[in-house]
């Protein structure tokens, strides 16, 4: 009896554990019954019929890297280049991806390579470097297509390297830097150009200002001399109309005599200092008609007051 409860022991948690699967969050799995597709158990607690039933894949709905190796490329300028990336992708229909491919992580990765290797084929070198977003997306787009049969769904695909031969590296070094110098060379250039073409601009501003300065300076000055010439004549027509409003005043001839003996005593005065003949006149009757003269000259309306007047003759 014992025995007979054992065997019905094992048979009783042989028959729950073929029958209670518990499917974990994120994962499916593929039952098939008699060998035909069935079901897709969810993550939690699924029944199984014992004995028919049986879980067949197992997959992970998580998105997945996945290591493409590194492969030689060549380019359409014929240059080798070994590149290697990183593929990441998700299981979308656990049914498809049990059935649609033997192994569809290897049909992800032998496609994944052959695609590159079209698309760098096509471009130059400079170019692939330059395009590893392009390169990028057309290997999404390429894989995407043919792995929607597999029930998977490629997500992104990354250029991990990109590494020429070492003389392809060298040429390469040596084309960058000769193309540094020559734009150092314009640099400087361009540099040195700027520079004149200010001191240029600086000295034809200078010359400029500087003659407007001097224009300027040139107008004053006329413009002031105009102004003092103006000034000296309106001074001498005042004082030469206050002396003939004197004239007419009581007593104005006789001021006039005096004043005119006096600078003719002051004239004689003078020659005697600076020479040494003394001129006097023949005549010192001849003083008195000089200054009756000057008086003549002084009331006539006629005669102009710069009219010079004949000194009466003298001797030695």
């Known amino acids: 009896m014992e025995i007979i409860a054992i065997v019905l022991l094992v048979v009783t948690v042989v028959f729950v554990v073929r029958t209670l699967k518990v499917v974990p969050q994120q994962n499916a799995w593929v039952v098939e019954r008699l ?6 158990l969810t993550p939690g607690l699924n029944f199984l019929v014992p004995f028919v039933d049986r879980v067949a894949y197992k997959h992970s709905l ?3 890297p996945l290591d493409v190796p590194s492969q030689v490329c060549i380019t359409k300028d014929n240059t080798q280049l070994t590149v290697d ?8 229909d656990p049914m498809r991806a049990s059935y649609g491919s033997s192994n569809y992580i290897v ?15 096509k471009m130059e070198l400079d170019k692939t470097f330059e395009e590893r977003d392009a390169i990028n997306a057309a290997v999404v787009n390429a894989l995407d297509e043919a792995a929607a049969n597999w029930g998977v769904k490629v997500l992104r695909y990354e250029i991990k390297d990109l590494a020429p031969p070492a003389e392809i590296l060298r040429s ?27 001191i240029a601009t600086g000295e034809r501003e200078a010359n400029i200002a500087r003659s407007e300065g001097e224009k300027q300076a040139d107008i ?18 005042e004082a030469i109309a206050k002396i003939a409003e004197a004239l007419r005043q009581p007593g104005g001839p006789e001021a006039v005599q005096l ?25 010192m009757s001849e003083v008195s008609g000089l200054i009756a003269t000057a008086m ?6 006629d005669v102009p007051a710069t009219t010079p007047v004949r000194p009466p003759n003298t001797t030695r």
């Open 35 to 40: 060998g035909k597709y069935n079901a897709t």
């Open 62 to 64: 998580k998105e997945i």
């Open 85 to 92: 990336g990183i593929l990441y992708f998700q299981v979308t």
């Open 107 to 121: 049909a992800i990765t032998q496609l994944a390579q052959t695609t590159l290797r079209s698309v760098i084929g």
């Open 172 to 198: 390469m070094q040596a084309q960058i830097t000769a193309e540094r110098e020559k734009r150092a060379l314009i640099a400087a250039s361009e540099g040195r150009r700027q520079e004149q073409i200010n």
């Open 220 to 237: 004053n000055r006329a413009q002031g001399e105009a102004a003092a010439i103006v000034a000296v004549a309106d001074a001498t027509a």
């Open 259 to 283: 004043k005119v003996a006096e600078k003719a005593v002051d004239a004689f005065g003078q020659l005697a200092k600076t020479n040494n003949t003394m001129i006097v006149p023949g005549n």
């Open 296 to 301: 003549a000259l002084f009331k006539s309306a």
